[in-house]
């Protein structure tokens, strides 16, 4: 199954996902969490929610999605999933899920819950310190340890790919095609 998604992921990141993207899912620990109350919990109001495709949304626009009891968030051009400011109030009673990368090369992924990091990886830190800064990811250490920056002959979006697939796995929240060009209610930047 991990191999399957990953090549789905590594697929989507090569042919429909642009160079700076953030994806969040926040999943509540008990019932559902609507758009509305995600917009809230991030400082919005829901009546400033327009519908459009994540693609077309203006840089560091939120386009957001219900998806079963979690709310899913595609950000293009920014990083809100790394902002405290953001991340903690949104992961109260939730864990939140965050893939962010940019044209740069930055990446990071987190995993949030009720206002704090609990797990992480950088691919730039350390192979050494990946396992313990999983934290709950670790079941999933050995996907993170295949991946090489230095290897020339890896796909570059591997890492991409890799989240992606954690994320879904965990959250049965997929990121494909249909949801990056479906209209979505979308939250104008933050």
Known sequence: MAAELIALYTEIAQTVLPDDVCWIVVQPLTGTLTVEEAVTRLGGRPEELRRMPALDAADEALSLGQAADCVAILQIGGFAGLLPELMEPLSA??????????????????????????????????????????????????????????????????????????????????????????????????
Do not use: K
């Open 93 to 190: 009673g939730a864990r939140v899920w965050v893939a962010s990368w940019d044209v740069n090369a930055d990446f990071t992924m987190l995993l949030w819950a009720d206002g704090e990091v609990i797990g992480g990886w950088d691919p730039y830190e350390s192979r050494e310190g990946w396992t313990a800064g999983l934290g709950p990811m670790a079941p999933y250490a050995g996907l993170f340890h295949a991946y090489d920056l230095d290897d020339d002959a890896q796909d570059a979006r591997y890492r991409h790919a890799v989240c992606l697939a954690v994320i879904e796995s965990e959250s049965g929240v997929r990121l494909d095609q249909e949801w990056i060009r479906q209209e979505r209610p979308t939250l104008p930047g933050r």
